[in-house]
């Protein structure tokens, strides 16, 4: 636990990504096996459910540091990270422990799930008197669930790559499914990412997908694109469609579904499981899971607003009425495996035609081709692209043709584009505020907002909470609008804090829908601070109508 602790802080002390990738190498190249494959798990974003209830850590905490409750949360609120609270707090130790992080994870951690409070408060302080002040922090991380650090999956799959010679594409497809929750890191595990190429082992791929290709954002004026992208012509134009990314894998009879974020989700979606019985062994499909409704009048209306898919996400059971108010599909837009072969290294235009056979022979009711518009010229493309909020998808895709299909957000195999339509904007007024964590931990950088619930010249009309956001402000705003909030503080309620109406944002938002949850009666997706409308008087914020109204 100690060297992989020393990790943790040699990553986390630095911003450049040649130094952590030089703290990775040292630390894969002395790690034993077994130790550096949970070190890939929780650095490449694997992170296993929280192991000890919130509640009774901070009763441990609290006791063993001899500190009243009101101290702890003001300790808490000062530092903004709970684990970073605890290994400040607790009495220093000398530690007895020279133990691996695999011994710490498997032989001691993941046993304390599902323990009595009872055996944990007489278990975790002896645990935690073994550990030195650096390994009791990433410890009590491991546990809270909130291990994270300022590593991407790529930096990690690079530092492997160069530490076996390998081609960093190949360690990054090895990688695919490894922070999936049903995987169990191993040492061999760890030595399959690192090993040799083989001849053989495409063919033991068994039901692993491909590393996710994904598209850079494209955010010029469509008058630029002739000189940027050359003709349309060059280009395979689809709607971005607003479902759940997926990649669905049939090989040796069995079919799996893979998510975007590399999570098995193949018993979630039982509609699909037809597919196993339609598609021939060798099939691997890039595609779109949405909810799919096939009564309507036109095909790309039967796809359904996200709202509707999102109530499937997260449940533990699937009713009968959830699957039949919601039924899914998928809407496939890539060819990445037919017959066994691997076709990323074939062109766009070249898979795309091969995924129309493939989705032809089919012939199911749970499978459909995204389709390919047709455009005389980006100014066309632009023309169709307007109506994207009536169709429910968030704008367009384009695709070079002559692309293969990368790894990740790269250029280096052709390029995908996300051309998507322009948020929805509403001014809202800043009500509460809550410290943030990290390095804003000392900084009210948490906000809730609010609307008017009637028009302007109605008496006694009040502001109705319908959105949170915490992102899109610059350092500097953000220092100014903590000074106000200190200000004008009206009430605190423990962490929160209200404040006089006295602050206009622009808030923007991918998409609002209806909501039985929220006071306001509306939810809104993705909601962050476009700008600080300081012009702009609490009075003419906008109100409940204009959410209403974006609403159709």
Excluded at 144 to 172: E, H, I, N, P, W
Excluded at 528 to 544: F, I, N, S, T
Aim: net charge negative; with cysteine.
């Amino acid at each position: 636990m100690k060297a992989f602790a020393e990790l943790y802080l040699r990553l986390d002390a630095t911003t450049s990504s040649n130094a952590k990738l030089q703290a990775l190498q040292d630390y894969f190249s002395q790690a034993p096996a077994r130790d550096a494959a949970w070190a890939v798990y929780f650095l490449a974003g694997g992170r296993p459910r929280q192991l000890v209830p919130t509640r009774l850590l901070r009763d441990i905490a609290t006791r063993l540091a001899a500190l009243p409750e009101w101290l702890f949360e003001e300790s808490y609120q000062a530092v903004g990270d709970l684990a970073e609270t605890f290994s400040l707090l607790l009495p220093e130790v000398e530690h007895s422990s020279d133990a691996g992080l695999a011994h710490w994870v498997e032989d001691e951690l993941l046993p304390l799930r599902g323990l009595p409070a009872e055996t944990l408060s007489q278990r975790l302080p002896q645990l935690w008197a073994q550990l030195d002040r650096n390994s009791l922090l990433v410890c009590l991380k491991l546990i809270t669930g909130s291990f994270r650090v300022g590593v991407s999956k790529l930096l990690v799959t690079r530092a492997l790559a160069q530490l076996a010679g390998l081609d960093a594409k190949q360690v990054a497809q090895r990688m695919v499914g490894y922070t999936d929750l049903s995987h169990r890191p191993t040492a061999d595990s760890y030595r399959a990412l690192i090993a040799p190429a083989s001849a053989d082992e495409h063919a033991q791929r068994g039901g692993q997908p491909y590393p996710f290709f994904l598209a850079h954002a494209l955010q010029q004026p469509v008058e630029q694109f002739d000189a940027l992208l050359g003709p349309v012509s060059d280009w395979q134009a689809e709607w971005k469609w607003d479902g759940i990314r997926a990649q669905l894998v049939k090989r040796d009879g069995q079919l799996w579904v893979w998510s975007r974020g590399e999570e098995l989700v193949t018993e979630r979606f039982p509609e699909l499981h037809t597919l196993a019985a339609s598609l021939p062994d060798g099939t691997v499909l890039d595609g779109e899971i949405v909810v799919w409704k096939p009564d309507t009048q036109a095909d790309a209306i039967a796809v359904q607003p996200f709202a509707l898919l999102q109530q499937r996400i997260g449940r533990k059971t699937l009713g009968k009425k959830l699957l039949t108010d919601a039924p899914v599909a998928l809407l496939a837009y890539d060819l990445l495996e037919w017959q066994g072969e691997d076709w990323r290294s074939r062109p766009q235009h070249e898979r795309r035609r091969q995924l129309e056979t493939v989705v032809e022979q089919g012939q199911d009711a749970v499978l459909h081709l995204s389709p390919v518009l047709a455009a005389s010229d980006w100014a066309d493309l632009a023309r169709q692209r307007e109506n994207s909020r009536d169709l429910g998808v968030e704008g367009l895709m384009l695709k070079a043709r002559d692309a293969l299909y990368g790894v990740g957000r790269t250029k280096d195999m052709g390029v995908w584009w996300k051309w998507k339509i322009d948020p929805f904007t509403v001014d809202a007024v800043l009500i509460y505020a809550q410290r943030g964590h990290g390095r804003r931990a000392s900084l009210y950088s948490d906000y809730t907002f609010a609307v008017w619930d009637a028009p302007p010249g109605t008496p006694e009309r009040t502001l109705v909470p319908f959105a949170k956001a915490y992102s899109g402000l610059s350092d500097a705003e953000m220092r100014s609008v903590d000074a106000i909030i200190r200000k004008t503080t009206i009430e605190t309620f423990g962490p929160v804090r209200s404040v006089t109406p006295s602050m206009v944002f622009e808030l923007a938002f991918e998409g609002i829908a209806l909501s039985r949850r929220h006071k306001s009666g509306i939810a809104v997706r993705f909601p962050r601070m476009a700008r600080w409308r300081q012009d702009k008087p609490v009075e003419e914020a906008d109100d409940l109508a204009t959410l209403q109204a974006l609403l159709s």
